[in-house]
């Protein structure tokens, strides 16, 4: 069996304690903590009101307006996470071989705030014919856990594959 390196060469952070690696590691540093009562909502009809949410995060800075509109915050946040780890490394992609390059993000579910959004929508309207018809069009797209690696490597333009011996 042949042993197989993998090199970490930037870093990327998208944060309940800062948008980029600067403001993420300062706030560590500090002790900071990202946990404070729910602004996405109101929390007041349950028991916990608190959580760690990302707050000020600019998606518009990565990808474009229409980009921005079609993709779940997961994706938004792992594009960002991607490109400012490819700035951090310094590496120059257009120099290197894009087909042993690839992306790795680990991600436990995606897309929570595109399936409430959609689904609310569908409960709102009575008639089900009319409410199946409202649901975007980009509901499953944004929303499978594998978006997030998939969107980041094809806005880096990696193509590398996972080759067995």
Same mark, same amino acid.
Request: charged residues 25%; glycine residues 10%; without cysteine.
């Given at each position: 069996?042949?042993?197989?390196?993998?090199?970490? =060469? #930037?870093?990327?952070?998208? =944060?309940?304690?800062?948008?980029?690696?600067? /403001?993420?590691?300062?706030?560590? @540093?500090?002790?900071? =903590?990202?946990?404070?009562?729910?602004?996405? +909502?109101?929390?007041?009809?349950? $028991?916990?009101?608190?959580?760690? &949410?990302?707050? #000020? +995060?600019? *998606?518009?800075? !990565?990808?474009?307006?229409?980009?921005?509109?079609?993709? /779940?915050?997961?994706?938004?946040? *792992?594009? *960002?996470?991607?490109?400012?780890?490819? &700035?951090? $490394?310094? @590496? /120059?992609?257009?120099?290197?071989?894009?087909?042993?390059?690839?992306? !790795?993000? #680990?991600?436990?579910?995606?897309?929570?705030?595109?399936? &409430?959004? &959609?689904?609310?929508?569908?409960?709102?309207?009575? /008639?089900?014919?009319?409410?199946?018809s409202r649901i975007s069009p980009f509901l499953i797209p944004m929303l499978i856990?594998?978006?997030? $690696?998939?969107m980041a490597s094809i806005e880096l333009g990696s193509r590398g594959r996972i080759?067995? $011996?």
């Amino acid at each position: 069996m042949s042993k197989r390196r993998v090199v970490l =060469t #930037g870093v990327g952070a998208v =944060t309940p304690v800062g948008n980029n690696v600067k /403001d993420f590691w300062e706030a560590l @540093l500090s002790g900071k =903590t990202g946990v404070a009562r729910l602004t996405a +909502f109101d929390p007041s009809p349950f $028991s916990s009101q608190i959580a760690a &949410e990302v707050k #000020g +995060f600019d *998606a518009t800075k !990565y990808m474009t307006p229409k980009q921005e509109r079609r993709f /779940d915050p997961f994706v938004k946040f *792992a594009i *960002a996470a991607a490109k400012m780890a490819v &700035e951090d $490394s310094g @590496l /120059d992609l257009g120099a290197i071989n894009m087909e042993r390059a690839g992306v !790795y993000i #680990g991600s436990g579910i995606g897309g929570l705030h595109t399936i &409430e959004v &959609e689904h609310e929508k569908y409960l709102r309207i009575s /008639d089900e014919h009319k409410a199946a018809s409202r649901i975007s069009p980009f509901l499953i797209p944004m929303l499978i856990v594998n978006m997030a $690696s998939g969107m980041a490597s094809i806005e880096l333009g990696s193509r590398g594959r996972i080759q067995r $011996s």
